[in-house]
């Protein structure tokens, strides 16, 4: 997860915004996310994950703890020296990477109690407060807790509060640098995104041929999908197909938004 650089900036447009959630409520998320990832079972380890080929329950604990490992030393770098990803070991194989993952999440924690939150540090959009990145690890860790749970049971969906924060942190995060422009091929077509378990959880995203802009509210678009918040957010994933959701228009748009998806 590397610095970007100038020639990188986003290329995504936000017309207006939804809060977000404090610090301490974005701690709790990553804790409580974490410890249902604590509660793995070693003999859950070795099963694939239905949405992501050549990776195993056991892939995914070992990747959220090497991520927890990269950001405990990005909260303790500074911006024009971020760590590299050879300075985070590779994480173990079979049973003992889940004592691994205990220890690389106990160690975040304790970086983040330790740091100034408006500390500024390097992150793969440039420098940022650190709270940016308990913003990050709380969907980080919840994503992958959803893709652990997939594999070996009915996944609980991720909370509403954070799920609609999330929604939105794709479209400023993720989709100015992770969107593959060529093949979403936008023209100004608009995605209606309407959530039917929360309030004031509506989206409309226009595809351009370089960038997305988004807004909030009620519109009529190309193609309206609703569905309860958090199935939204992992169909902007890519976690579930767009046939998990109720479509009106042109369902070829969502499509198009998984194809051009690379995270």
């Known amino acids: 997860m590397p610095a ?6 986003p290329r995504s447009a936000r017309l207006s915004a939804m809060p977000q959630l404090s610090s301490t409520e974005y701690r ?9 990832l604590r509660a793995i079972s070693p003999d859950h380890l070795d099963i694939d994950l239905p949405h992501i080929e050549g990776w195993t329950v056991g892939t ?5 703890g090497w991520v927890f490992r990269y950001v405990t030393l990005a909260l303790a770098a500074t911006p024009d020296q971020p760590p590299r990803r050879a300075d985070v070991p590779e994480p173990p194989l079979g049973e003992a990477v889940l004592d691994w993952f205990a220890d690389g999440a106990d160690a975040l924690m304790a970086a983040f109690d330790a740091v100034d ?3 500024i540090v390097p992150t793969f959009t440039g420098p940022q407060p650190a709270r940016w990145w308990l913003r990050r690890l709380a969907h980080e860790t ?18 509403p509060a954070l799920a609609r924060d999330g929604v939105d942190e794709v479209f400023e995060t993720f989709a100015p640098t992770r969107l593959s422009f060529d093949a979403l091929a936008g023209t100004g077509e608009v995605i209606h995104l309407h959530a039917t378990d929360i309030d004031d959880g509506e989206w409309l995203v226009t595809l351009g ?10 519109a ?22 767009p046939s998990r959701l109720e479509l009106f228009g042109d ?13």
């Open 4 to 9: 970007m650089s100038a020639a990188d900036q």
């Open 28 to 36: 709790q998320f990553l804790s409580e996310e974490t410890t249902r």
């Open 60 to 64: 995914v604990i070992g990747h959220t």
């Open 117 to 119: 939150l408006e500390r």
């Open 142 to 159: 919840a994503m992958h807790r959803w893709d652990a749970e997939s594999a070996i049971r009915s996944p609980q969906p991720i909370d």
């Open 209 to 218: 041929p370089t960038e997305i802009t988004w807004t909030t509210g009620h």
């Open 220 to 241: 009529k678009g190309d193609v309206a999908a609703r569905g309860p918040v958090s199935d939204l957010l992992l169909a902007l994933w890519s976690r579930l197909p």
């Open 251 to 263: 369902a070829s748009l969502l499509d198009r938004w998984q194809a051009a998806t690379t995270f």
